[in-house]
């Protein structure tokens, strides 16, 4: 099972952004609000994010998701998420990255508990390929930009975004982003068969500069929400806690051991290398599964 929270709404290429619609008196412009959300997010020492997700792949195809984000600084990131996609089909994934690497914790009703690392000399590689074919990179956008910078720029490559208005919902006060499809389908394959929204509407904080809720339409009706449902930023984080609890006796194996994640990438590297001068192509490729045993683990 490879569809996480973040992998649904907000996993989309990032290029540059396209020419700002004049937004109405009085409010900020698309540009001028996620320079907002982005400062905000520069600022902030730590974030603690809860969020759940509702959609539907088609007629009786439902999903729920929720997921915490912990970020401490430009260097610690904790995601955890759990999935229910009917019966029998339930799954989680952890994540944890520290100076050192990335530990992954994944289970799903057909692989089972997966445990794997990547160095951070491979996950800098993998994050510096992405970015060099507008994919994804080993740590999600929303890890990177908690607050929604880059979930408003990857959506207004989908859709046609404009600031429309001011709205208090529920007691608070909320910038309106709306915006019709541009008609072109995202390309992350990790979206899979879902259908196409033909419209979104997005809340951001006015006093927060958060992203709170994100709904996208198909039809006149909601096919994928995204609510933000806790958000605390600058309390106090202990290095320490970020980790992943396992059973006595569990150790994390070299990601380049685990085949349908070994594969995707060296796909990714391959394809970054194919786009590069071949003076400039590396040398070298992760090794093959196999070559060498991890015996990391952590031990909380």
Known sequence: MRVSLLSLALLLPLPSLPQDKPPAP????LAQLIADLHAREKAASTVHLEMRTKGAFG??????????IRVLGATHVHIKTQAD????????????????????????????????????????????????????????????????????ES??????????????????????????????????????????????????????????????????????????????????????????QVEPGVRFKDVMEHPPAAEQIRRILDEAAAKKPAATQPESRPAAAGAETSTRRQDG
């Open 26 to 29: 009085g409010l900020p412009t």
């Open 59 to 68: 007629p009786g195809r439902e999903f729920n998701l929720t997921g915490t």
């Open 85 to 152: 996609f009917g019966p029998e089909m339930k799954g989680e994934t952890e994540m944890v990255k520290t100076p050192e690497g990335i530990w992954m914790r994944e289970v799903d009703p057909i692989q089972g508990p997966v445990h794997t690392f990547t160095s951070a000399e491979l996950a800098g590689r993998l994050e510096a390929a992405s970015k060099a074919i507008g994919k994804q990179g080993a740590v999600p956008n929303q890890a990177n930009a908690p607050l929604g910078s880059a979930m408003l």
């Open 155 to 244: 959506m207004s490559q989908t859709f046609d975004l404009k600031v429309e208005r001011r709205l208090v919902y529920e007691g608070l006060d909320y910038y309106v982003v709306k915006g019709k499809s541009r008609g072109h389908a995202p390309t992350d394959p990790m979206l899979g068969d879902m259908p196409q929204a033909e419209e979104v509407e997005i809340l951001v904080g006015v006093l927060d500069a958060s992203v709170r809720r994100m709904v996208q339409f198909r039809e006149g009706k909601p096919m994928l929400t995204i609510e933000i449902t806790k958000l605390v930023l600058d309390t106090p984080m202990d290095k320490g806690s970020f980790t992943i």
